[in-house]
């Protein structure tokens, strides 16, 4: 099992980015305390670094431009975003799109024929989520022989610094359930996406990180994909919350691990005990607070604090 | 099996309003053709009548009002609606709500107590279901302990004028999906909703029809409740949409019945085939066009036309 453990060798992280670096917010945003020289101390360290994000409220150019405003050191080549992979799937099965998305998102489909839909496109339309605008979507889609729902996401609510918000995960479970569709997830969790993300990172998945505040959609969707990952204490974590996620590790590892504040105690656990998961039961741990692994830890952050797992069992 | 049959003795109905009687529209909706005639010829027959509607963007008092400007004898007595039965609940459970309904509808919460929520009741509320209210009870649900979603109807969509519009089914969704929450559900298909509706209209659910566009709300809840039901095909209904739908009818009767214009024609047909449902199988229907049964066509429709049932099949 070394070969599978926490201390096996990194060289990538993905990093989420609202929850993680910054806060989101109508004022462009705050980043997370110290997240900005984490960043610059990841890239220091030789370990390669990808962001690997479910924004659809802007262009990718317009976020990498907001990032630097806020003291990040990023590229646009360093963002792996849902938009440019939606359009590549638009291109490939030949289909128009109607766009229920954030104004500032549209330039990143100005290539695709968006003439008489044959699809709906969701992403976090944040204030374009109207009544009138998911009526609309809603009856282009009704009336479609084999109504296409492509989602960027499906979160179901991200911070900003005014507090919690639906994510497009919500009005894409309202779409589906108005047409009795299945809605295709471009970003994460799917695993085209972030084999994408490990393509453009080139690092292969057992060498890479996910590190990020979404315990499904980033801490879930890594794992699916034969990643480790962490999820952060800040962003959208709260405290008492319970998840059940199923994980496809296949050894023995944890399936997340919090982190209290994102980048001044990073502490891994290691799962001694696997069982399958019951309801109300919790995981087993082996050691305590102050328990770390090689690799992540000493490479970038500082192991201080405690932690524990959020996962509710897995078999063995 | 005589004593289950659509033969038996039928002594009341309920009717769904919207897509039955009239489609609603900003404008205040148009009668259904020959739907007032109906009404009035089912009330000259002798047969007890009782409006069951999931209708919450109106107190039952502006609802009558409405109705009987496009033409309907009705008394707000005749109306079975969620929000009042919404409001027995909340005073024997001590319950607090947010509102998240149509303004029109605040009135029938006029006696409860609103301050510091401790739910969330959500009806069919339009225009009012923008960002920024969806966020608000979004974060309300969040932060309750233990979320408490109470919603008025779970439909997926309904016809108005001017188009199809989402229902309340599915914002209800969202809000489940964003607070991983189960809502409990005031009105149709909610069993407790059509007793009470059975109760006013004073008759036993085996001698009562509910009559209504919406096959799982209508349909299904109403066999669910022991009675048995017919789908008329205007309002939502949609040609070429099959729906699975788990009736309790506990005898060979068919599931539910198109009726091609809500009263110029009614045809019902004897199921003579019951078989599992397996995926894409249909009914097997004895006879065809025009096969009547007694009761209800001879009390008060006419027996024209073609039907056929939409139901994917039950066990014997």
Redesign the interface.
């Known amino acids: 099992m070394a070969g599978c453990g926490w201390a096996r060798a990194v060289r990538g992280l993905l990093l989420d980015v609202s929850g993680v670096l910054y806060d989101s917010g109508a004022d462009g945003g705050v980043p997370i305390a110290g997240s900005a020289e984490a960043v610059r101390r990841i890239k220091a360290s030789g370990l390669k670094l990808q962001l690997c994000t479910n924004e659809t409220q802007a262009t990718r150019e317009n976020f990498v431009r907001k990032l630097r405003a806020l003291g990040f050191d990023v590229s646009v080549a360093e963002v792996t975003a849902p938009a440019p992979a939606a359009c590549r799937l638009l291109r490939e099965r030949g289909l128009r799109p109607h766009l229920l998305v954030h104004d500032d998102l549209v330039p990143e489909f100005a290539e695709v024929d968006k003439t008489n839909p044959n699809c709906v496109v969701l992403g976090d339309a944040?204030?374009?989520?109207?009544?009138a605008n998911?009526?609309e979507a809603?009856?282009l889609l009704?009336g479609m022989e084999k109504p296409v729902l492509i989602s960027l996401g499906k979160g179901?609510?991200y911070k900003e610094t005014d507090?919690?918000?639906?994510?497009v995960?919500?009005?894409m479970?309202?779409?589906?359930?108005?047409?009795?569709v299945q809605a295709e997830v471009v970003g994460k969790p799917a695993k085209t996406f972030f084999e994408s993300a490990l393509a453009e990172l080139g690092v292969p998945p057992e060498q890479a990180i996910m590190i990020g505040d979404d315990i499904v959609n980033d801490v879930g969707g890594a794992q699916q994909c034969g990643m480790r990952a962490l999820q952060v204490r800040t962003g959208k974590y709260?405290q008492g919350i319970r998840w059940i996620y199923g994980g496809a590790v296949g050894c023995s590892e944890p399936l997340g691990v919090h982190v209290r504040g994102p980048w001044d105690a990073l502490v891994i656990f290691t799962v001694t005990t696997w069982r399958p998961w019951e309801p109300g039961m919790q995981m087993e741990l082996r050691g305590g607070t102050g328990q770390t692994s090689a690799g992540v830890t000493q490479n970038l952050l500082l192991p201080r604090g405690s932690a524990e797992t959020v996962g509710r069992g897995m078999r063995n």
């Open positions: 944040a204030e374009n989520f109207t009544y998911l009526n809603f009856r009704i179901r609510y507090g919690l918000k639906l994510d995960g919500a009005y479970k309202a779409l589906e359930y108005a047409c009795d709260r």
